[in-house]
T-cell receptor, first 119, second 108 residues
Framework: GAVVSQHPSWVICKSGTSVKIECRSL??????MFWYRQFPKQSLMLMAT?????????EQGVEKDKFLINHASLTLSTLTVTSAHPEDSSFYIC???????????????FGPGTRLTVL | RKEVEQDPGPFNVPEGATVAFNCTYS??????FFWYRQDCRKEPKLLMS???SGNEDGRFTAQLNRASQYISLLIRDSKLSDSATYLC?????????FGKGTRLSVIA
């Protein structure tokens, strides 16, 4: 299947700092990328949908000013957690797709995830 | 009511056992259904799609009952390597919606 990478794979930071996570589709052009968050023993929760060249669409309850998403190219989306706090510690996973004609898409391809720990 | 509900387990079974996982979903407009597998601290990986006619992939059998909004996964002859969390996943016109997952531990 298609390959999606994330960087960094893990990060530990102090409270109040900002952390940028990159998501890249390595062998295909991803018109849309999704950002999920997973807390321990919880399901993956969709945070936002990112379309190349336009503003991200955030799910209810997700602060767009805190979780900045940029999808500047067809192969790269970034999530920046601004002024991170311990409650932001989580497993962040991106997922990428390419739309087919008719408004459908094939499998969502997942990145390996980024584990964020805020001290 | 949560969109996708699963028994969280854990299911602890001996090698060779048959184990079944169940899942219900609330959105009757859901169009596609999947089982994903997630290992500890890893991203979820597609195990198999689920069709109304039922489908089988080796030791894994998936069933879908649209009328009851119910999905199942059967694993036969469990292997130690099957130990993981199994996620029931549903898709409508939106991105994938994940259940919390059911944890399986296969014991030697």
């Amino acid at each position: 299947g298609a390959v999606v990478s994330q960087h960094p794979s893990w990060v530990i930071c102090k409270s109040g700092t900002s952390v940028k996570i990159e998501c890249r589709s390595l062998d295909f052009q991803a018109t849309t990328m999704f950002w999920y968050r997973q807390f321990p023993k919880q399901s993956l929760m969709l945070m936002a949908t990112s379309n190349e060249g336009s503003k991200a669409t955030y799910e209810q309850g997700v602060e767009k000013d805190k979780f900045l998403i940029n999808h500047a190219s067809l192969t790269l989306s970034t999530l920046t957690v601004t002024s991170a706090h311990p409650e932001d510690s989580s497993f962040y996973i991106c997922s990428a797709i390419t739309w087919r004609e008719g408004g459908t898409y094939n499998e969502q391809f997942f990145g390996p995830g980024t584990r964020l720990t805020v001290l | 009511r949560k969109e996708v509900e699963q028994d969280p387990g854990p299911f602890n079974v001996p090698e060779g056992a048959t184990v079944a996982f169940n899942c219900t979903y609330s959105n009757s407009a859901s169009q596609s259904f999947f089982w994903y597998r997630q290992d500890c601290r890893k991203e979820p990986k597609l195990l198999m799609s689920v069709y109304s006619s039922g489908n089988e992939d080796g030791r894994f059998t998936a069933q879908l009952n649209r009328a009851s909004q119910y999905i199942s996964l059967l694993i036969r002859d469990s292997k130690l390597s099957d130990s993981a969390t199994y996620l029931c996943v549903v898709k409508g016109n939106t991105p994938l919606v994940f259940g919390k997952g059911t944890r399986l531990s296969v014991i030697a």
